[in-house]
């Protein structure tokens, strides 16, 4: 499995982005697709899931501005980022796990498979 994240980029204070991720795999729908984040000097969280269903889960400081979604014919999972915040600026990391369940969505370690980053900066 591989994975390519892109769509980063410098965006002012209350801006947009949009981050796509592209996987090469066979069956990508049956796939759990999420985001994490890393600050500098901080540790990876968890930003946002969408499973198999189509079924989405965040992280509360993020709801309500992001959105994340699939394109199974695309092989894509996209993050929507909107009402951007200075906190918001990190390096963001797609993740794809095929066994994962739902109880660890949030856990990094639970991922089998990673994209190589994307960053985002929030600044005026």
């Known amino acids: 499995v591989q994975l390519q994240a892109s769509g980063g980029g410098l965006v002012q204070p209350g801006g947009s982005l949009r981050l796509s991720c592209a996987a090469s795999?066979?069956?990508?729908?049956?796939?759990?697709m999420s985001w994490f984040r890393q600050a500098p000097g901080k540790e990876r969280e968890f930003v946002s899931a969408?499973?198999?269903?189509?079924?989405?889960y965040y992280a509360d400081s993020v709801k309500g501005r992001f959105t994340i979604s699939r394109d199974n014919a695309e092989n894509t999972v996209y993050l929507q980022m909107n009402s951007l915040k200075f906190e918001d600026t990190a390096v963001y990391y797609c993740?794809?796990?095929?066994?994962?369940?739902?109880?660890?969505?949030?856990?990094?370690?639970?991922?089998?498979?990673w994209g190589q980053g994307t960053l985002v900066t929030v600044s005026s």
């Open positions: 795999v066979d069956s990508f729908r049956t796939y759990v």
């Open positions: 993740a794809a796990d095929r066994q994962i369940i739902v109880s660890s969505y949030r856990s990094d370690y639970a991922y089998d498979h």
């Open positions: 969408i499973n198999r269903g189509s079924s989405t």
